[in-house]
């Protein structure tokens, strides 16, 4: 897997390759977790114990 290094001067990073990077800690908050909704669907994006991220429906 190719690392991705991006600008961290903001929220909202940019990759070199012009793809939009988001922080996980400012994605997540402090619950370690957020609701994302895709194509009508509800999805939910965590961070487990272990640090790891898991994005179940």
Do not use: F, P
């Not at 991705?4 to 001067?9: A, F, G, I, M, Q």
């Not at 977790?33 to 272990?50: E, W």
């Amino acid at each position: 897997m190719e690392e991705t290094v991006c600008d961290t001067s903001s929220s909202l990073l940019h990759h070199a390759n012009n793809e939009n990077c988001i922080n996980s800690a400012e994605l997540l908050g402090a619950s370690g977790m957020t609701i994302i909704i895709h194509q009508g669907q509800r999805y939910m994006l965590r961070q487990t114990k272990a640090g790891k991220l898991i994005l179940t429906k």
